[in-house]
């Protein structure tokens, strides 16, 4: 069965900082690999995916995620972060070509001016 | 673009009240699920369903059951509601493995 480690359940940082949100899966099959944000008072919505081909892969508001096999991670990082990126990350799991989606536990980034 | 809809944003029960959560989308979409989303656990699935009157466990699925008579819709029945079932209540539907939410139900039970 997978299942997703998210190692932070919070992480503050200054804005214009850089940032990385880790996240470990564990699968023994081909996974897809995603990203979630949930900002106060709202619903999830897709940050980004991977699915297959290129490892590194862009998403919204300039978010990016490698996908690390040897590892099995999916660390999630932006460069210069921005007080509107205050929210819940959540990452998440499923094995190729079945139903079922894994999340995480969630990581509360909080962005100081 | 994908709806999914909750059709209560809020709601309060009593203990022992049979509860009926429904969810809509109208995208087509063959899986649906329903997550539990607590304070430090993350999203926790309780059932999901691939098809029609097809549905499997998650990883919490005591105490509660689902129902899918129509790809549309798909029900969370919580039997009899107990205080440890207050939280956010989600559901999604996916295309290729990426999930689409609602905007959540807050259940209570008093």
């Known amino acids: 069965a997978q299942s997703v480690t998210q190692l932070d359940s919070q992480v503050p940082v200054f804005e214009e900082a850089p940032v990385e949100l880790r996240c470990n899966y564990s699968?023994?099959?081909?996974?897809?690999l995603f990203w979630y944000v949930q900002y106060p008072n709202q619903g999830l919505q897709l940050l980004l995916k991977?699915?297959?081909?290129?490892?590194l892969v862009k998403g919204i508001n300039g978010f990016e995620a490698e996908f690390n096999k040897s590892q099995t991670s999916f660390h999630l990082r932006k460069p210069s972060v921005h007080i509107s990126d205050t929210a819940e990350y959540f990452c998440a799991v499923s094995n190729n070509g079945a139903s079922k989606i894994i999340f995480g536990s969630g990581t509360r980034l909080s962005i100081r001016p | 673009d994908v709806k999914v809809t909750q059709s209560s944003r809020y709601l309060v029960k009593r203990t022992g009240e049979k509860v009926f959560l429904e969810c809509v989308q109208d995208m087509d979409h063959e899986n649906m699920f329903w997550y539990r989303q607590d304070p430090g656990l993350g999203l926790r699935l309780i059932y999901f369903?691939?098809?029609?009157?097809?549905?499997e466990k998650g990883d919490i699925p005591e105490g509660y059951s689902v129902s899918r008579e129509k790809k549309e819709r798909f029900s969370l029945i919580l039997e009899s509601a107990s205080t440890n079932q207050t939280s956010m209540y989600l559901c999604?539907?996916?295309?290729?493995?990426?999930?689409?939410f609602g905007q959540g139900t807050r259940l209570t039970v008093v």
């Open positions: 991977y699915l297959s081909g290129s490892t």
């Open positions: 369903s691939y098809d029609v009157k097809m549905k």
């Open positions: 999604a539907s996916s295309l290729r493995a990426e999930a689409f």
């Open positions: 699968s023994s099959v081909s996974v897809y």
